[in-house]
């Protein structure tokens, strides 16, 4: 992509000094974090790490993005709620990874005993890149969707003006003024408030199941602040805390120290060593109250690597989404190269496949939070460890997608600007609400630019790889 920041980037001298002033706007602005050192105090904070300047994206491929993002919210709605193929698409899976397991287990024992809840609340984020295709023009691919504790929607929301400052300083108005705004704080608090309102009892709050250490509060604070403009009180637990004061009544309303929960809005809870045998108690109290989840947990083994993989395969959105084709062909253009990895002929044949022209793939377990999928030699000496073993069906294959690299300044508290080679990742924020069976709100809510040196193959912001952006429309 033709970029015309590149003369710029080449003066150190005003570089240091946009750099200067760029950090205050963030500070002024809110783009803060809480400092590795301390992560559980606000006694001292620094700025999240974000981009000097704004990186061009497609103007229509995020267009495309934004267009498909309510197709994405029906497809994970409609595969929570469809046990036959989560059960199926799963069993392998479960065998080999104890994570997914036991978030199985919990499933099975809250369907068993019957659903309590009654309305449904589904705050998603779609990650995509942008593919060089032979012809050289770029092409939407997602990487994942995340459908639990989809973050840095407050955040996004403070960085549209520290960019519009940095252009206005070089006296680049017109350029500032495509800077887009983007609010998906407000809008991901709007979900959280038609579900409160759903469920119907006035006096009840929200519950954030929060981390002891939370570097990233401030982007929680935003979502919270946003609650409470409405009236709604947010009140901040630990898994621990719903251990020791959740309790149930005799109608499955879940209650902390006596105070009824409407909503409970996961932001931890989406790796194993989040879970203690007490945390792992405290999720099943909490997913056979009536509560609202977000996400219930049907809808976080929706999320999972391997169901993306399965969603892949041909015929099976048609199955999913019968009558919608037009839904299913949006949806289809999307995906990457998805190969599973079970037993058998198939998962032999994406193993050598892989082994043969290692740089085009990446190897992904079923986690989230960053940092962890395989790539080159270590995917490599990976493979060939797993591929005679049945541990092979927790992971599973992917296209390496290979964005077209550009140059930006990464400004990090306490490194110097560096200028370098970037890629990009955009995320869509999506926010649907469930009544029954009627879908009452589907929608868009904002977008999510996130950007990395090229020597940095995995991991988003929170994992410390990725820096804050936004997307200048070309």
Request: charged share 25%; hydrophobic share 40%; net charge negative.
């Amino acid at each position: 992509m033709d970029t015309s920041w590149d003369s710029l980037l080449q003066d150190e001298h005003q570089l240091e000094e946009l750099a200067r002033q760029a950090v205050d706007r963030a500070l002024a602005e809110g783009v803060l974090l809480r400092t590795a050192q301390e992560p559980s105090s606000s006694n001292v904070v620094s700025y999240a790490p974000f981009t000097l300047l704004p990186s061009r994206v497609p103007q229509a491929l995020l267009e495309q993005a934004y267009a498909v993002q309510m197709d994405f919210n029906v497809l994970v709605d409609a595969v929570s709620q469809n046990a036959a193929f989560l059960e199926q698409t799963l069993s392998s899976t479960i065998k080999r990874d104890d994570f997914t397991a036991r978030l199985f287990d919990i499933y099975k024992q809250v369907l068993k005993e019957g659903i309590a809840q009654t309305v449904f609340l589904g705050l998603n984020r779609s990650d995509y890149m942008f593919q060089r295709s032979s012809d050289g023009s770029p092409a939407l691919k997602q990487i994942e969707i995340n459908t639990i504790s989809a973050s840095f929607g407050g955040l996004a929301s403070r960085t549209p003006a520290v960019h519009r400052h940095v252009l206005s300083v070089l006296s680049k108005t017109k350029e500032a003024a495509k800077i887009l705004s983007n609010n998906p704080g407000e809008g991901l608090a709007l979900g959280i408030a038609k579900a409160w309102e759903l469920y119907g009892s006035a006096n009840a709050v929200v519950l954030l199941i929060a981390q002891e250490k939370e570097r990233n509060i401030f982007d929680q604070r935003a979502i919270e602040n946003e609650l409470l403009a409405r009236n709604i009180h947010v009140i901040r637990r630990r898994f621990e805390d719903v251990f020791e004061k959740g309790s149930l009544d005799q109608d499955r309303r879940l209650l902390m120290a006596g105070q009824e929960v409407a909503v409970v809005y996961f932001r931890d809870g989406y790796m194993p060593s989040q879970y203690s045998p007490q945390n792992w108690e405290a999720r099943l109290l909490l997913e056979r109250s009536c509560a609202v989840k977000c996400p219930d947990i049907a809808t976080q083994l929706a999320g999972t690597k391997k169901v993306q993989q399965e969603l892949s395969r041909v015929g099976v959105l048609d199955v999913l989404l019968p009558g919608q084709p037009d839904v299913v062909a949006r949806l289809r253009a999307t995906f990457a190269g998805l190969y599973s990895l079970d037993m058998g002929e198939e998962g032999d044949q994406a193993i050598t496949e892989a082994l043969t022209a290692p740089s085009q793939f990446v190897l992904k377990p079923q986690r989230e939070g960053g940092g962890n999928n395989l790539y080159g030699d270590e995917m490599v000496q990976a493979l060939v460890r797993l591929k005679d073993t049945e541990e092979r069906a927790s992971y599973i294959l992917m296209e390496k997608i290979e964005p077209e690299p550009f140059r930006n300044c990464l400004l990090r508290p306490g490194s110097p600007a560096r200028v370098v080679q970037c890629i990009s990742e955009l995320g869509i924020f999506g926010v649907y609400v469930r009544q029954g069976k009627t879908l009452v709100m589907n929608k868009h809510v904002g977008h999510l630019l996130r950007t990395k040196a090229i020597e940095h193959a995995d991991g988003g912001v929170a994992a410390g790889v990725a820096v804050l952006d936004n997307p200048y429309p070309v």
